[in-house]
């Protein structure tokens, strides 16, 4: 055994560890707002203005529907909404979804964030089905590579492929149409993703991730 090989090993062992290295720094920012009583849904996101990260997500079996590529992403508004059907929340903001899933000027596409399979049919058999594509996280991994704090989170990704803005926790009628909807329009408007900060909703807290 060369001196390199153990080098090279280390290495690769930090190229793993930064996905997680970097999740962690942004959960302790979220969990510091939380215990100062900040309203969690103005987190900041590294990630606003950066390229969406690579993305190839399997599809949830018997929904018929394509799984969630990064190739989904080129030349349109697409909306990237984290979701599970274990998560409270995400069953209060899935009323919303459905009337944004109407607008035919963009397209909603699901991450589906540690769930099984059978519940994610069920949860949408019994709401509705807003997603034109869904992708299923089973590990959280590439959740961690969009810097997910928790479910539900809601991001938008501009036409040149751009994370545009990100939401965090649920959305309701008020902050879709109030804040959310012109966000969206921006990125209609100029045709990429326009560099702006996340906003605050109602207050309500995401889910935290589970491991």
Partial sequence: MTAEQ?????????????PLAFFLVLAGIFLAQLMS????????SALIGSA??????????????????SSAFAGKVTLVNVWASWCA???QEHP????LAKDGRFVVAGLNYKDQPE????FLGDLGNP???IGRDEKGRTAIDWGVYGVPETFIVGSDGKIAYKHVGPLDPESAEKVFMPQIEKALASGRAPAASN????????VAPTN
């Avoid at 153990?6 to 930064?18: F, G």
């Fill in 96 to 99: 919303v979804l459905m009337e």
């Fill in 37 to 44: 009583g900040k309203d969690t849904s103005t987190v900041p």
């Fill in 6 to 18: 153990p080098e090279a090993r280390r290495s690769r062992r930090w190229i793993t560890l930064l």
């Fill in 89 to 91: 929340p995400c069953r």
């Fill in 199 to 206: 906003a605050g909703s109602d207050g309500a807290s995401p």
């Fill in 131 to 133: 997603y034109s594509a």
């Fill in 119 to 122: 519940n994610a049919r069920r």
């Fill in 52 to 69: 969406a990260p690579q993305t190839n997500l399997p599809p949830i079996e018997g929904l018929g529907l394509p799984g969630l590529e």
